[in-house]
């Protein structure tokens, strides 16, 4: 079983449908995040949330909203998107997070998200 | 505004031969690097990291090499084999814990 769990692995959406990707974790981790990958770019830092409070949001646009009952899961909602939000979403947690490193990310697999 | 660089998109290799992967930074408060190997469908994993207050840092046949003064560093494997074929991403740390990536660099070890 992976340590980080992402579903579904594949999306399909139209710029008006709502839908939601899933997260979990099975590391008892602290601190949970969001990363957007697009083909040939860095990953982008959307959300972090340590112990189920949200700490960052790197300016991310409200159509992308997160949620984080607890610390093993973790969602994104997604409504009325853009098809240049079709991406890789990456789910990562790590031990904790402050000021100072606190260990690696462990991703998930990833959603790949188009829309159209 | 991009803080951590991976100028090669690509890297092609032959087997048994050493890769060297280069990535440099321009925020001097990072103090921590890492490198994540990425295969196609999966999530980055990750590979080797090191402390700004070390300069080399070792794990088996992969090896991380950290210039502070030119703010830069670099992966090292050797030897290549074909099972390294992958995305590498540079990935820094600094204040607050927010890993910067680089763009990654596709690795391509040949037979």
């Known amino acids: 079983e992976t340590g980080v769990t992402q579903t579904p692995r594949h999306l399909v959406m139209g710029m008006t449908n709502k839908k939601s990707l899933k997260c979990e974790q099975h590391l008892g981790h602290n601190a949970m995040y969001w990363y957007k990958q697009s083909a040939k770019k860095p990953l982008e830092l959307m959300f972090v949330y340590s112990l189920e409070e949200r700490v960052e949001n790197n300016s991310v646009p409200s159509r992308f909203s997160p949620e984080c009952p607890n610390s093993s899961h973790l969602f994104l909602h997604l409504h009325t998107l853009q098809p240049e939000d079709s991406a890789l979403y990456l789910c990562?947690?790590?031990?904790?997070?402050?000021?100072?490193?606190?260990?690696?990310?462990?991703f998930g697999e990833g959603s790949r998200l188009t829309v159209l | 505004d991009q803080q951590v660089k991976q100028n090669s998109p690509s890297l092609s290799v032959q087997e048994g031969r050493i890769s060297i992967l280069n990535c440099d930074y321009t925020?001097?408060?990072?103090?921590?690097f890492l490198w994540y190997k990425k295969y196609p469908a999966e999530g980055p994993t990750f590979l080797i990291s090191i402390s700004s207050i070390k300069d080399k840092n070792e794990d088996g046949r992969f090896t991380v090499f950290l210039n502070k003064s030119a703010k830069h560093l670099s992966l090292h494997i050797v030897p290549s084999q074909p099972g390294d074929s992958a995305v590498y991403f540079c990935a820094a740390s600094g204040i607050g814990y927010k890993l910067s990536f680089g763009a990654g660099t596709t690795v391509t070890v040949r037979a």
């Open positions: 925020n001097s408060m990072f103090d921590y």
């Open positions: 990562a947690s790590s031990p904790g997070w402050a000021i100072g490193f606190l260990g690696e990310l462990f």
